[in-house]
């Protein structure tokens, strides 16, 4: 377990949270420190940037979907082996899933793991001023514990000690280090296609840059001074990673460039109840690995990659044959609008995708949902049962049109209660991307339906000897 923990918040979405926790995990890494990175919130893209920094796996912790006493599992689970754990906020540190209470946000994480606040201030074109900031985040509740601040976007080191001032002397606490305005570290596009320049090592430099600039402003020292906490121990009733099933099943996974957006507990809860996970490449034109019985097909599918992916003729005619054979098949986000018949790009080019799903998508360049989503049963499938209840989010540039209404679920989010995805016997498909710790009940349903058409299958090889 990590000997120390840090959440890293701002006062508001974009104040440079993300450039400063990748700045830190960079330097302490530098200082030879194994450093686990977290990300509150349904967020894919803050933590590929954390898992390429650090070399470990990032988590996701969110105390709507998943309730404390899950959170605190995965923090504890994840954080093994750690000599600090960094978890990066979500939008200002107040801000959740309701306006009348901190659920869902930065601020309740910080408090459920118990975790010491660093607070980022955008300090540009103010002195005095970011004092009234800071304090106002202190009073506004008494549970969060902010044990320091980080001056963004300051000027100058004469503005930096200005601001610093005025801090340190009305809020009570260290204001331990800054970034300079003129430093002109700009994130990489923030889009979903990103991930593949990190994982072919494009943005090294960038995050190596990042490192020497928090190491040359930042008091890292005293950065690990007030991250030093008692130990954090998970008490719940069961670990959902302390199952050690021998597999029973093998399950394709679509995992590549196109396909990246899965959430890494959804892999260990199905690796614990018995799953072998097979990846496999569409965008390589790779087909369903052999003696697989399930098949999971995450989100992602970036306007960029569209091209590619449908002339994977191979991958694509191998699904299909997957799907149309029983195989119990899972996909979401990207992997959704992968399985149905076309795709149009946003230039109105039209390509083929694989078929499964009757129906078109048309991507946007204007976003069309975000946000959690409730989501329950509304018929019997392999996967969710009617009435059956789970959670996740949203996220997506898509509109999918069908003349066939097979509803999968019903989600309900903001703006109230629709039927969604498309379901058949041995599908469930739709734009929601799901976290499996909502709802364990689908997990060891996929495992049963898989055994089931590994015994079919089986026994129909048998036969045509």
């Known amino acids: ?68 006493e899950t959170v605190l599992d ?14 990066e906020g979500v939008m200002g540190f107040f801000d959740g899933k309701d306006p009348k209470n901190d659920i869902g946000s930065t601020a309740d994480i910080s408090v459920i793991t118990k975790s010491p606040v660093l607070l980022v201030v955008d300090c540009a074109s103010m002195a005095r001023s970011a004092a009234a900031i800071v304090k106002g985040f202190q009073t506004l509740s008494s549970k969060p514990d902010i044990v320091g601040v980080i001056a963004n976007k300051v000027g100058s080191e004469g503005h930096f000690n200005i601001v610093k001032t005025a801090i340190e ?63 954090l121990s998970f008490h719940g009733k069961e670990s959902l990673f302390s199952r050690s099933e021998v597999p029973v099943v093998q399950i ?3 995992k590549d460039i196109a396909f990246s957006s899965y959430y890494e507990e959804n892999f ?57 054979s029983g ?48 989501i329950k049963g509304c018929k019997e499938n392999f996967l969710l049962p009617a009435e059956g ?9 898509s509109t999918f049109e069908s003349d066939v209404q097979q509803y999968a679920y019903a989600t309900k989010g903001m703006r109230g209660t629709k039927l969604d995805g498309y379901t058949t016997e041995n599908l469930v498909a739709g734009f929601v991307q799901f976290h499996f710790a909502t709802c364990l009940h689908m997990v060891e349903r996929w495992i049963k339906a898989c055994t089931t058409y590994q015994n079919t299958q089986m026994e129909v090889h048998h036969g045509e000897r």
Do not use: W
């Open 252 to 254: 394709a996974v679509a």
């Open 268 to 324: 260990e809860l199905l690796k614990s109840c018995g799953a072998e996970l097979v990846p496999f490449s569409i965008m390589a034109d790779e087909p369903v690995p052999p003696n697989c019985s399930g098949l999971y097909i995450g989100g992602s599918l970036p306007e960029e990659f569209v091209l590619a992916v449908s002339n994977s003729e191979r991958a694509k005619q191998s699904v299909l044959e997957a799907i149309m």
């Open 389 to 397: 209840q789970a959670k996740g989010h949203e996220y997506h540039y």
């Open 74 to 87: 995965v923090f504890t689970h994840a954080s093994r082996g750690a000599d600090i754990s960094i978890m």
């Open 169 to 231: 002397q009305e809020c009570g606490i260290p204001v331990i280090g800054y970034l300079k305005r003129e430093n002109e570290i700009e994130i990489p596009e923030r889009s979903l296609g990103l991930i593949p320049s990190i994982e072919r090592g494009e943005l090294d430099q960038f995050f190596e840059r990042l490192g020497e600039l928090v190491s040359n402003t930042v008091d890292l020292d005293k950065l690990l001074e007030i991250s030093t906490v008692e130990p």
């Open 327 to 374: 195989m119990p098949t899972f996909a979401e986000g990207g992997g959704f609008s992968f399985l149905t018949q076309s795709i149009t790009l946003t230039n109105g080019e039209t390509v083929e995708m694989t078929g499964a799903i009757p129906g078109k998508v048309t991507m946007h360049s204007s976003l069309k949902a975000i946000g959690y989503r409730d």
């Open 1 to 68: 377990m990590a000997k120390r923990r840090l959440v890293i918040a701002g006062t508001n979405s974009g104040v440079g949270k993300t450039t400063l926790t990748i700045g830190i995990m960079a330097a302490l890494m530098k200082k030879g420190l194994t450093v686990q990175g977290f990300k509150c919130g349904p967020d894919y893209i803050d933590p590929s940037y954390h898992t390429a920094v650090t070399g470990r796996i990032s988590r996701n912790v969110d105390s709507y979907m998943l309730g404390r």
